[in-house]
C-alpha cells in the first residue's frame, strides 16, 4: 500500500479561534485558584528591585506557569499554546511567553525560596481540598529525600561543590507521602 498525495500536499491547521486545544485545564486551573494559589503567590513572592518591572503581577505569572505545565509546555516558548485559539476566553491575564521568561530570568536563590513557601502552603490547601489519600487524618508516613541535580555556569545561585568532587550541583528535597490504607 502507497500513500497517493505527498507530504507536502497535506497539512492540517487549527486555527479557529473558538478551539480550546487544553479544557482540560479548566477544572485544574479552578482547583488552584479556590486553594488560593494566586492569593498565596501575592502574598509570599516579592520581585523587587527586579529589571524592568518583571516581578509585577506576579500571581498572574505564576498561575500562567502553572496552566503551561499542566498543559505540557517544557520551555518558554512552548507557554504560547496558553495565547491559541479560545484559551484567552477562558483564562484572564495570560501572560506572553517573553513576559514569562523576563519574570522567571529575574528570580534569584532568595526568590526560589519565596516560591518554596508557597508550595509547602498551597500544598496543605490542595490536601485539604482533594481527600485523595485515604487515612491521612488518622497516620501518614513522610519520607524525605535529598537528590543532587548537576547545574552548569558559575552563576547559578544555590549551587554548590558538594558530594560530587568538582561538580555543582543543587540538593532539591524530594517528598513522599503514604497511608496505611493507600499502599
Excluded: W
Amino acid at each position: 500500500m502507497q500513500v497517493s498525495h505527498t507530504p507536502a500536499a497535506i497539512s492540517a491547521a487549527f486555527d479557529d479561534p473558538n478551539l480550546i486545544a487544553y479544557a482540560g485545564l479548566v477544572p485544574v486551573m479552578r482547583l488552584a485558584e479556590r486553594c488560593g494559589l494566586a492569593r498565596l503567590v501575592a502574598e509570599k513572592v516579592k520581585l523587587s528591585g527586579a529589571k524592568n518591572s518583571a516581578g509585577a503581577a506576579a500571581d498572574v505569572k505564576v498561575t500562567s506557569l502553572v496552566g503551561g505545565m499542566v498543559a505540557g509546555t517544557d520551555s518558554i516558548d512552548d507557554l504560547d499554546v496558553l495565547r491559541h485559539g479560545a484559551m484567552p476566553a477562558l483564562f484572564g491575564g495570560i501572560r506572553a511567553p517573553s513576559t514569562l521568561g523576563t519574570f522567571l530570568r529575574a528570580f534569584t536563590h532568595g526568590h526560589t525560596l519565596q516560591l518554596h513557601a508557597v508550595h509547602r502552603r498551597f500544598l496543605g490547601a490542595l490536601a485539604a481540598h482533594t481527600p485523595l489519600l485515604p487515612g491521612s487524618g488518622e497516620k501518614a508516613f513522610i519520607d524525605v529525600d535529598s537528590t543532587h541535580k548537576r547545574v552548569y555556569g558559575r552563576t547559578k545561585q544555590g549551587a554548590e561543590y558538594g558530594r560530587f568532587k568538582g561538580i555543582r550541583t543543587l540538593h532539591p528535597l524530594l517528598a513522599t507521602i503514604c497511608t496505611p490504607t493507600s499502599r
